[in-house]
């Protein structure tokens, strides 16, 4: 069965730091990886995915994400973190034959300080 | 182009009731999937709709039931409320059930049983 390892539960960044979130899958083929933004109370934004090809894909506000297949991971990063990022980012995978069927990480709860 | 419509977006039962929460998906879309959010559990999978037929199940009991209508339009159900099915249930729409296909999230329904 498929699963996400998010290893950080909390991650405090000051403004203007660089971010990274990490993430591990185990998923006996390739997968479909996406990194999802949560708000309080709010439902999830999607920010980035991979499917396959080019392995650092590109998603919205700045963030961007590496797929390693050696290291089965797909961490987000983003250069310049702003007050508004902070969140709870959520990473998933799902397999190509049941791709809406997401398994997510625990989430990592990104604290912006000033 | 609307996005994923949940109603309603809060709701307080008691133990015992029973509950109906509905998804409108984005419009073409034609696969509904259901997750329950809650702090203990995190994000986990419920069910999904393709075409007014269930495709996927997640690993929750027969209290739990979905539908979808023709207009993919779908519907959640659960009954015999329990205390701890307390949580945010979100809803997303994706425009296939297979490949490279990305998954929509609405608002939630927050849902409190008392």
């Known amino acids: 069965a498929q699963s996400v390892t998010q290893p950080d539960i909390h991650i405090t960044v000051s403004e203007g730091a660089s971010l990274e979130l990490r993430c591990n899958y185990s998923?006996?083929?390739?997968?479909?990886l996406f990194w999802y933004v949560q708000s309080p109370g709010q439902g999830l934004q999607l920010l980035l995915k991979?499917?396959?090809?080019?392995?650092l894909v590109q998603g919205i506000k700045g963030f961007e994400a590496e797929f390693k297949r050696s290291q089965s991971s797909f961490n987000l990063r983003k250069p310049s973190v702003h007050w508004s990022d902070a969140a709870e980012y959520f990473c998933a995978v799902a397999s190509t034959g049941t791709a809406s069927k997401l398994t997510f990480g625990t989430g990592t709860r990104l604290q912006v300080t000033l | 182009k609307a996005g994923v419509t949940q109603t309603p977006r809060y709701l307080i039962k008691t133990r015992g009731q029973q509950v109906t929460l509905s998804c409108s998906p984005i419009?073409?879309?034609?696969?509904v999937s259901w997750y329950q959010q809650t702090p203990g559990q995190g994000l986990q999978f419920l069910f999904e709709?393709?075409?007014?037929?269930?495709?996927n199940k997640g690993n929750f009991p027969g209290r739990f039931s979905g539908r979808q209508f023709s207009n993919s339009r779908s519907e959640m159900n659960v009954s015999t409320l329990e205390l701890g099915d307390s949580a945010l249930y979100l809803c997303?729409?994706?425009?296939?059930?297979?490949?490279?296909?990305?998954?929509?999230f609405g608002q939630g329904t927050r849902l409190t049983v008392v």
């Open positions: 419009s073409g879309h034609r696969s």
């Open positions: 998923y006996g083929a390739t997968p479909y």
């Open positions: 991979y499917f396959s090809g080019d392995t």
């Open positions: 709709y393709f075409s007014e037929t269930q495709r």
């Open positions: 997303a729409s994706s425009p296939r059930t297979m490949g490279n296909t990305e998954a929509f």
